[in-house]
């Protein structure tokens, strides 16, 4: 299908494709076996400016937008989830400044954020503070000039490899998710370190890791906002994010559905391809529409995005939702084209359907994606 994408869009596309291929495909499989971070790739995506992709001119990005990101995302998701999750989960921790630094913190942080110089990570779950986000239990004190922060956040991506950290803690208690507020920490900052790497089913070029803060002081000026914004903070940044998740979802689809038709033109069963079978060429079609559904709403909420709008809960949620169940069951399909071998570590796709599931699971599960999509349609439906 034609998206329209400007020549600038496709310039994008075929440049991480080329990346992805010559890159990231040879190197997925073991960078999945031996859980490696892919440090290499990340420097090839740097040298390709890739990172400031969304950064505006100014601080020195290139100005693009979210659709730009959900094509490089995507195209990364097609070769490797892994690699994929750790571009983006840079792009999520950079919300925070983009969408609510001052000049000065963006000055400060965003040229090398952009010149893919300094990795980011977005820090706001908890270990009893996962969809109900505002049960953190991480405080922030003000101390003369500085906070002082205490506390564990949960299953960090990028946690140990990046440098800068967006999180989110409690500076009033008291005062439930309005205490909450938004703070940039550097890595090296006396009192932050970091818990173990998680061991996980899928996404494993990603790393996962604790942020844990004990009496850890942070200049009273690296405080987002101000004292009290921390979840309207955190919240936007999910809206901006989410639908990059969607296009992580298209990419490992695509992938995979690739991987299934070509399989299906090489397997002799019965005397003839398995790809003649009509039962076979239906999952095929269904994986295609699929897909193509997908990719046409995650570019539809993108554009939106892009377009200033204001109000892009709903529609981001709903891009996230649908592209990434749709993910979930495209690399199943995938595995079941490809019978026994489509489960065998052989063929990339037994990794994908892996990986695939994360994708239901963070920046908000899905179910959460629905309380959310089924709250705005309330307020609707209330304005009518
Ligand atoms: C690999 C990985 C990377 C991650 N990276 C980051 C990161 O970089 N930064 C970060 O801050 N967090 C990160 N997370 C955390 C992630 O966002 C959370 O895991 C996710 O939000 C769900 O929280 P939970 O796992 O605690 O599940 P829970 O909240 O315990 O939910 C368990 C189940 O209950 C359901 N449920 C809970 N409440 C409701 C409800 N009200 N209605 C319907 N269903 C409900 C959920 O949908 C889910 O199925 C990561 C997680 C993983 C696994």
Redesign the pocket.
């Known amino acids: 299908m034609d998206y329209f994408l400007t020549e600038d869009q496709v310039m994008i596309k075929e440049l991480v494709r080329q990346i992805a291929e010559e890159k990231v495909v040879p190197a997925r499989e073991e960078l999945d076996e031996k859980e490696e971070f892919p440090w290499g790739i990340m420097e090839v995506i740097a040298q390709s400016d890739l990172f400031g992709l969304f950064v505006p001119e100014e601080f020195g990005g290139l100005g693009r937008g979210s659709l730009e990101l959900c094509i490089a995302v995507e195209e990364l998701s097609r070769a490797c989830l892994g690699v994929a999750t750790t571009y983006a989960?840079s792009a999520?921790g950079t919300y925070p400044i983009l969408l609510f630094g001052t000049d000065e913190q963006k000055k400060k942080y965003l040229p090398d954020i952009a010149a893919g110089k300094r990795l980011v990570?977005?820090?706001?779950?908890e270990a009893n503070a996962?969809?109900?986000a505002a049960g953190i239990q991480t405080t922030a004190q003000l101390d003369g000039n500085e906070y002082v922060i205490n506390g564990t956040?949960q299953?960090?991506?990028n946690g140990g490899e990046a440098e800068i950290y967006t999180i989110i803690a409690m500076t009033d208690k008291t005062k439930g998710a309005r205490g909450a507020s938004a703070f940039i920490v550097e890595k090296d900052t006396p009192g932050f370190s970091f818990g173990k790497k998680e061991k996980?089913m899928g996404?494993r070029a990603s790393t996962?890791r604790e942020l844990v803060f004990d009496n850890c002081r942070i200049p009273k000026e690296n405080i987002l906002a101000r004292p009290g914004y921390g979840f309207i903070i955190a919240m936007k940044t999910l809206d901006n994010s989410r639908t990059g998740v969607g296009a992580q979802g298209v990419g490992v689809a695509q992938g995979a559905f690739e991987e299934a038709v070509k399989f299906a033109r090489q397997r002799i069963q019965f005397g003839h391809p398995i790809i003649s079978f009509q039962a076979v060429q239906h999952m095929l079609s269904d994986m295609a529409i699929e897909i193509e559904a997908a990719r046409a709403l995650v570019y539809a909420v993108a554009r939106y995005i892009d377009s200033g709008a204001k109000e892009i809960s709903k529609d981001s949620a709903i891009a996230k939702v649908f592209a990434t169940d749709m993910a979930m069951r495209v690399t199943t399909n995938a595995v079941q084209v490809m019978g026994g071998s489509g489960y065998m570590r052989e063929y990339p796709v037994e990794k994908m359907m892996r990986d695939a599931k994360?994708l239901q699971?963070?920046?908000?599960?899905n179910?959460?994606q629905r309380?959310v999509i089924g709250q705005v349609l309330i307020k609707e439906a209330a304005k009518r």
């Open positions: 989960a999520l990570a977005f820090g706001l779950t996962g969809s109900d956040k299953w960090i991506t996980k996404i996962t994360i699971i963070y920046e908000g599960t179910q959460i309380n």
